[in-house]
């Protein structure tokens, strides 16, 4: 009777840390938004015009490499 709860209760741990795994893999395989996806992603879909494109795109540069060198 005892063996019985140990292995039901050892395979509730198993199956719970082996969902958080799986979860874990798929939330790392996920795109990144960074700030530069976004705005190239807003490009292609039209919803802003080349000029903007370019623009946005210099500004955001410029910070990256500003926060790069503290």
Do not use: H
Request: proline share 4%; net charge negative; glycine share 2%.
């Amino acid at each position: 009777m005892m063996f019985s709860w140990i292995f039901i209760l050892a395979i509730c741990i198993w199956a719970i840390w082996y969902f958080e795994k799986k979860q874990n893999i798929i939330s790392n395989q996920l795109p990144k938004n960074t700030p530069i996806e976004i705005l190239k992603r807003r490009f292609a879909k039209g919803e802003i015009t080349e000029e903007e494109y370019e623009e946005r795109r210099a500004v955001l540069e410029e910070d990256e490499y500003l926060n790069m060198y503290p």
